[in-house]
């Protein structure tokens, strides 16, 4: 059964599930009606992040112009250009046991493509999730709804993975930015 989280929650992802090591983590989102002319493109993307909480370099920035990073590790499955049907709209593969030692964190985002020229934000996007699936068994292990909580943000951090020894936990995180992906960039430090 999957464990349903709410913002700022923190939870064991790899202790109470022994010899996890490859994970799914699925977004998804519905769009508002709203008299836009534009078509809502909703990116998800990994920073795979140091100790800092920084990018130590370009290469570990994994999104639609990067789908997979060197070590193997992340792997982008793909741009979904409208968020239309049910499910995940997009999806990241994490195969745990493959992330550099080096890399304490991966952040998990979403932002809306050309927001500010379509004149989109996250007030028009509901039923935003981040779920994580055990991709052996496809079974989901967490979900996260993201609420209604935002009007003009235009990325969030929707939630994070993060080592704690020699373990994995899963961050609930929710938090937005306005700027889009150039302000999550220059946040980790790109």
């Given at each position: 059964m999957s464990i349903s989280l709410t913002k700022g929650q923190k939870?064991?992802?790899?202790?109470g599930n022994p010899g996890l090591s490859k994970v799914l983590v699925g977004l998804g989102w519905d769009v508002n009606k709203y008299d836009g002319q534009a078509a809502f493109d909703l990116d998800a993307s990994a920073f795979m992040l140091s100790g800092n909480g920084k990018l130590q370099s370009k290469a570990d920035f994994v999104y639609f112009n990067n789908l997979k990073h060197s070590s193997g590790s992340?792997?982008?499955?793909?741009?979904n250009l409208t968020g239309e049907?049910?499910?995940?709209?997009?999806?990241?593969?994490i195969d745990l046991s493959r992330v550099p030692a080096n890399i304490e964190k991966i952040s998990i985002t979403v932002t809306i493509y050309e927001a500010d020229k379509r004149k989109q934000n996250f007030g028009q996007v509901s039923n935003a999730f981040i779920r994580v699936v055990d991709e052996s068994s496809g079974k989901e292990l967490i979900r996260y709804d993201l609420g209604e909580d935002f009007s003009v943000e235009t990325a969030i951090i929707?939630?994070?993975?993060?080592?704690?020894?020699?373990e994995w936990k899963f961050n609930a995180v929710g938090s937005g930015f306005k700027g889009g992906l150039q302000a999550l960039a220059e946040n980790f430090g790109l």
């Amino acid at each position: 059964m999957s464990i349903s989280l709410t913002k700022g929650q923190k939870i064991d992802l790899t202790k109470g599930n022994p010899g996890l090591s490859k994970v799914l983590v699925g977004l998804g989102w519905d769009v508002n009606k709203y008299d836009g002319q534009a078509a809502f493109d909703l990116d998800a993307s990994a920073f795979m992040l140091s100790g800092n909480g920084k990018l130590q370099s370009k290469a570990d920035f994994v999104y639609f112009n990067n789908l997979k990073h060197s070590s193997g590790s992340v792997k982008h499955m793909g741009d979904n250009l409208t968020g239309e049907g049910e499910g995940d709209d997009e999806q990241i593969e994490i195969d745990l046991s493959r992330v550099p030692a080096n890399i304490e964190k991966i952040s998990i985002t979403v932002t809306i493509y050309e927001a500010d020229k379509r004149k989109q934000n996250f007030g028009q996007v509901s039923n935003a999730f981040i779920r994580v699936v055990d991709e052996s068994s496809g079974k989901e292990l967490i979900r996260y709804d993201l609420g209604e909580d935002f009007s003009v943000e235009t990325a969030i951090i929707a939630g994070e993975l993060y080592r704690n020894g020699s373990e994995w936990k899963f961050n609930a995180v929710g938090s937005g930015f306005k700027g889009g992906l150039q302000a999550l960039a220059e946040n980790f430090g790109l």
